[in-house]
């Protein structure tokens, strides 16, 4: 078979310049033509496997320059174009040079010289095709990094020539990097990946030899000379400027490091053990670096064996739903559960959650999890419902992935409409941890479910660093925390303090709190002291086969936790706002008053005026605190006196009043008249306003 000539396209108005041009090319060139630059285009568009293009300059319809600035930006630049053009100045070939021609011949033509610059660009833009697939071969097309194919070349190469150096490969990802890329649109997304690899060439200028790529998507690898303050200080400023990248975004990066003991084994099983080294920190908060360590191919092995079969598990319903009550702590009677996933494996038995939801975490799967235990949770709560009994609710996790979802609200709500269940019966939870990546987002997508009629839920509370912003800013309706928040090595009494504080809390702003864990008769006599609402834990109830449960609560009567506050809005914008106006009529009584908590016989005052603390002086040292600390302040008359009056005002809700002896820090002793008010209570103590008048002396 002959081989294929060339194909050269003349662009030409003259018909008899373009007569003689097919006379020069006839025997090593096949010609096709055109008689202006616009033709020109439509036989591009037609004839594939044009090797070179003869244009004219001066030309009717589209002249030569005209062809050359809209052909720059064609697809089919890359040809070699030479202009022709019988002009003698030297700016016009200077002109159509700056435009993109390759070269230039004049006419009339010299068939020796036209045949030997043909030849050339031809030659050039061939070799210049073979870079650019090399180039294409070898790098990565958006950073200009090596790809994975070259990476592997180079690293190798540079092992081999550096036998007394240890280096360590260096695996670089974004954890959910898919999420931020669906948020940002592909040209932004294109524009961080960009950045990351700025920050590669910037670390990897300070530690030659090295070599480093771009794998894939948002991986990337770096091979290095080991050193392991060089490597941790690179990550800490990674992580740093991440952070600061886009504040609207949590972006974490998870950085792997396999320090090569044998520079002799594959670059893909070092790559590979770098890579394991990175999954170490994903889903774990603050944890950016870890190194590969013996065993983990072990781990990788078994949740491989875990992704293999996830899909066929969830079509064949492995999963399986089991319940575990919450109690009301005032009544010790179930009311409503938490649905907790378990796989019933074929083979394998019934596996527990911490086998399989950490991977199905990492890879996304969890978000079908999610809407398949929604579901589940759906239909059961249709049965009871068409069975006649009236269940109480049943709350459903939400994870990450979907609380990322932009369609949340829409996959539940359709859901509960498919089964006709109403959406208070389903309660959804959702972790502390998910709220603090991106509380604008959750706020919105919370009030929006709060809107469709879900109650919700914030589960850890109090395992984050934000705990007390992400209650003031996410409108939350019911708190969770672990008993986990009381282990540890802090001295005791302080964790227990502290607890007993978010619970008070959450009373004041009207929101019942579940305890889960729970596992002790020490625990709950704990959590009834400090008025807890509900708990949860081995203590009452192991999860259990929604068999079980539904024999658990027949007959039992539904009993959530009352709240007990009366006048609770009016108690909260009174005692804490900071309105200037409520502070100016509180400030504007002439005698000492205060506001005052009382709880277990113990109250000290929560809001004082400016009177008070010129009589009394600053804080709890008001000559009415029964604490140890300051009862010298007291004689024993006069402290039995106030104290009755507050038992008083607290059991009837009625006014009450004591006349006592207080003494000052000087010595001096007043006599005093106490007038209490009672104003309201919330889920633990008692209201009451105070106004102290001095008696006159005798």
């Not at 005032?330 to 527990?352: F, M, N, S, V």
């Not at 108690?571 to 205060?594: E, G, K, Q, R």
């Amino acid at each position: 078979m002959e081989n294929e000539r060339p194909v050269v396209l003349i662009v030409e108005d003259q018909e008899i310049n373009r007569s003689i041009l097919r006379l020069i090319l006839d025997g090593e060139y096949d010609v096709v033509e055109a008689e202006n630059g616009a033709v020109a285009f439509d036989v591009l568009a037609r004839t594939p496997g044009i090797s070179a293009i003869l244009l004219d300059i001066v030309m009717p319809v589209m002249d030569g320059y005209e062809f050359l600035e809209k052909f720059r930006d064609s697809m089919y630049s890359s040809l070699p174009v030479i202009a022709v053009t019988g002009e003698k100045d030297s700016g016009t070939e200077q002109r159509a040079l700056k435009l993109g021609a390759w070269d230039f011949v004049s006419k009339p033509y010299q068939t020796d010289v036209l045949l030997l610059r043909l030849k050339n660009v031809i030659i050039r833009s061939q070799y210049y095709l073979l870079n650019e697939m090399r180039h294409a071969y070898e790098f990565d097309s958006l950073t200009g990094l090596y790809n994975r194919n070259k990476f592997f070349t180079e690293t190798k190469n540079m092992l081999e020539h550096n036998p007394g150096t240890t280096f360590a490969l260096v695996h670089f990802d974004i954890d959910k990097f898919h999420l931020l890329n669906s948020f940002w649109g592909e040209e932004e997304g294109n524009r961080f990946l960009k950045a990351i690899a700025d920050m590669l060439r910037r670390d990897a200028a300070e530690v030659p030899p090295c070599t480093y790529a771009r794998i894939s998507a948002d991986t990337f690898c770096m091979c290095e000379p080991y050193s392991e303050e060089t490597i941790q200080r690179h990550a800490d400023n990674s992580y740093k400027e991440l952070a600061d990248y886009n504040r609207n975004f949590l972006i974490e990066p998870s950085f792997g490091v396999y320090v090569i003991d044998d520079p002799t084994e594959k670059i893909q099983t070092m790559f590979e053990r770098a890579t394991l080294a990175a999954k170490e920190c994903k889903g774990k908060y603050m944890l950016y670096l870890s190194y590969y360590r013996p065993g983990m191919s072990q781990k990788v092995e078994q949740e491989q064996q875990i992704i293999n079969e996830m899909q066929s598990a969830l079509d064949n319903e492995q999963f399986q739903v089991y319940l575990q009550p919450k109690y009301n702590l005032k009544t010790e009677q179930p009311y409503g559960a938490e649905a907790l996933i378990r796989w019933q494996h074929p083979t394998r038995g019934l596996l527990p959650p911490g086998m399989f939801i950490p991977v199905f975490e990492r890879n996304g799967f969890i978000g079908k999890i999610d809407y398949y235990m929604w579901e589940k949770v759906c239909q059961l709560l249709r049965k009871w419902l068409d069975a006649g009994r009236t269940p109480a609710p049943i709350s459903v996790n939400v994870s990450h992935v979907n609380m990322y979802n932009p369609n949340l609200v829409s996959l539940i709500t359709g859901l509960t409409s498919k089964y006709d269940v109403p959406p208070k019966l389903m309660n959804l939870e959702l972790t502390e941890s998910a709220y603090m990546d991106n509380p604008d987002v959750m706020g919105k997508t919370v009030k929006s479910l709060q809107e469709a009629g879900f109650t919700i839920m914030m589960d850890d509370f109090g395992s984050g660093y934000s705990s007390l912003n992400t209650l003031k800013d996410i409108p939350i309706n019911i708190l969770k925390i672990d008993m986990k928040f009381l282990s540890g090595d802090v001295e005791t009494g302080r964790k227990e303090c502290i607890m007993a504080a978010v619970v008070h809390m959450a009373g004041w702003l009207n929101i019942p709190v579940i305890m889960e864990g729970v596992e002790t008769s020490d625990q709950v006599e704990f959590l009834k002291s400090i008025g807890c609402g509900y708990v949860q834990g081995y203590y009452y109830a192991k999860p259990m086969p929604v068999k079980d449960y539904e024999s658990l609560v027949e007959g039992v009567p539904l009993c959530p936790a009352q709240s007990l506050s009366v006048n609770h809005d009016q108690l909260v914008h009174t005692i804490w706002s900071s309105d200037p106006y409520v502070d100016f009529m509180f400030n504007s009584l002439m005698h000492p008053s205060a506001v005052y908590e009382f709880e277990n016989d113990s109250f000290h005052a929560i809001r004082m005026n400016s009177s008070f603390t010129r009589f009394f002086g600053y804080g709890e040292e008001t000559g009415v605190s029964v604490d140890t600390k300051y009862s010298s302040n007291l004689p024993d008359v006069s402290r039995a006196s106030v104290l009755e009056a507050f038992r008083r005002s607290a059991a009837t809700h009625e006014g009450s009043s004591c006349e006592y002896v207080y003494r000052a820090e000087n010595g001096a002793e007043k006599a005093i008249r106490l007038e209490l008010q009672y104003w309201g209570a919330n889920e633990n103590s008692t209201i009451l306003f105070a106004l102290f008048y001095e008696l006159p002396s005798d």
